[in-house]
Structures are given as C-alpha cells and as structure tokens.
C-alpha cells in the first residue's frame, strides 16, 4: 500500500484497500481535474490510464492517493524517466503498471482533505479544529 502524504482519508476507506483483493486506487470525481491524476476507464471498469493534472478535460476521476500494488510498482518505479514537467511522477509509473496489472478503482466513501495546496491546509485546520472542539464538547 501507497498512500500521498498530502491528504487526509478516513480510516474505513484505508480499510477498503486493504482488504481488497487485487491492486487498485481510491478515487473520487471532482471539480478541478487539472490539480490531480485523473483515470480513464475501461469498459469494466478497471483503469485503463491516468494523466497527471490535465490541461484539456479527459475525465474528472481522481487519484485521492491511495494505492495497492505488488512490489513490481518498485522496480517500475526506479526505471520510471523524468517527465516534462521536470518530476518523477508517480502517474507514469501507474501506466506501466497498468499494462501487465489489472487495476481496480474504488470510490472514497468517507471523508477526504486534500491538503496539496495552501489554501488547502487552512481548510483542513479549520475542520480537524472543529471536528476536536465538538468531542471535547460532548
């Protein structure tokens, strides 16, 4: 298991990775695709690719970052290249996964914080602080 340090996921949707059978990601459909890995669908539903923070709409399913692979993602990984955007993306290691894997997508269920941006951590302070003040309340 993957899992992005720049978000915060609910522990019954860490669980779901976890005790799925197979390889896969948790996704959710958002509103600003260009700020994530967005997956294209296959007939079955399984993944058939992912780009990373798309220019042009290709889809609005998100990689939350959180993943399950065998330990191949490993050796894929250190031979992934440099993109264009001058970063080892963890998209382009997912493709080449991809093609010898199949890849379930699990939809989040429970609550998601994204905290990749700074107006993202204000937001997720604001709630965690909320979320604490409402148990010490009770």
Not at 48 to 55: A, G, R, V
Request: charged letters at 25%; aromatic letters at 10%; hydrophobic letters at 40%.
């Amino acid at each position: 298991m993957l899992m992005n340090g720049d978000s915060i996921f609910a522990k019954t949707d860490l669980l779901k990775v976890v005790q799925s059978h197979g390889y896969g990601c948790l996704v959710m459909e958002v509103n600003t695709p260009e700020k994530y890995g967005i997956f294209q669908r296959k007939p079955d539903g399984l993944a058939q690719k992912i780009i990373e923070k798309p220019k042009e709409y290709v889809g609005n399913l998100a990689s939350i970052g959180v993943y399950k692979f065998d330990s191949s993602i490993i050796k894929i990984a250190r031979e992934t290249p440099v993109s264009v955007r001058g970063e080892y993306e963890i998209t382009d290691a997912i493709n080449t996964f991809l093609l010898s894997h199949a890849f379930c997508l699990w939809s989040v269920q429970g609550k998601f914080i994204d905290i990749g941006y700074i107006e993202d951590i204000k937001t997720a302070h604001k709630m965690l602080e909320n979320a604490i003040f409402q148990k010490l309340s009770v």
